[in-house]
């Protein structure tokens, strides 16, 4: 296991990481993902050095670079060298980014929490989910340790599925904003005014929780389920009327929820 008989001695052998002692982490990278990280570690109780900009050089046995996709290379040899482990918070770029720093000798892993940070503090961490990978087992051990460690569930990612799980996220948490986005635009048109937001928000959180509950099949609702349309067809004509940039968007989503709809009709109650 991981051994910290001294804060700054890490000894692998064959099993899990200790659960005692603190780690010598450094976080690169001052966005909202390094100071939560950062912070949440900090409350943990390790021994957190940072977040640093990405021109300053991490003390510490793992290094963990909170930057840009198109960065995590050049921040892997900059760090080179100067670590044990070293990894990176990206859901969607393999481990091989990291290549620079392991040329030096260090293992590598991935830690990528699926939770949008918002700027809330290391607490939205708590209960969510985090994609890791490693190296090494002892790499992943660590990787483990530390999404355990923030309140977080570890679940493995290699490397060939991270772009696929990473869409996936971005479908659920971005995606989500922009379909929401467009929801309020043609609420506000249909004269909601400045407080279609607001009114469209409970539906948004019920909706989201009967998903989260009972599953896609069973949170379908509306006129696409019930076969209405007419109705669909009236939805159609007004987007095309009020918002017709949005109706791309309606024809797609209307074409995969019909499909949806099938499946629902043919779920078990």
Do not use: K
Request: proline share 6%; aromatic share 2%.
């Amino acid at each position: 296991m991981w051994e910290l008989e001294r804060q700054d001695d890490l000894q692998e052998t064959s099993t899990t990481p200790a659960r005692a002692g603190r780690l010598r982490v450094g976080i690169v990278g001052q966005g909202r993902a390094g100071q939560a990280l950062a912070e949440g570690l900090r409350a943990a109780g390790h021994d957190v050095d940072g977040p640093h900009g990405r021109d300053s050089l991490p003390q510490a046995d793992i290094v963990l670079l909170c930057v840009p996709d198109s960065e995590i290379e050049a921040a892997a040899q900059a760090v080179a060298g100067s670590a044990r482990l070293v990894g990176h918070t990206s859901g969607a770029t393999p481990l091989t980014a990291l290549l620079p720093a392991a040329r030096e000798g260090a293992g590598t892993f991935g830690l990528h929490p699926l939770q949008t940070l918002g700027g809330q503090g290391a607490g939205v961490l708590r209960g969510a989910g985090c994609a890791v990978a490693g190296s090494s087992p002892v790499a992943l051990a660590v990787a483990e340790r530390l999404a355990e460690d923030l309140g977080m569930r570890a679940f493995p990612v290699a490397d060939d599925q991270r772009a696929a799980y990473h869409a996936a996220a971005s479908m659920a948490s971005n995606f989500l904003v922009t379909l929401e986005w467009a929801a309020e635009t043609l609420a506000v048109s249909a004269g909601l005014g400045s407080g279609a937001r607001g009114l469209l928000a409970p539906l948004v959180r019920a909706t989201v929780e009967n998903w989260a509950a009972t599953g896609p099949e069973h949170a379908l609702t509306g006129p696409v389920l019930r076969g209405d349309e007419t109705t669909v067809s009236a939805q159609r004509d007004a987007v095309t009327a009020r918002s017709p940039e949005l109706l791309p968007l309606f024809d797609a989503l209307l074409e995969r929820t019909r499909a949806l709809a099938l499946e629902s009709r043919g779920a078990p109650a």
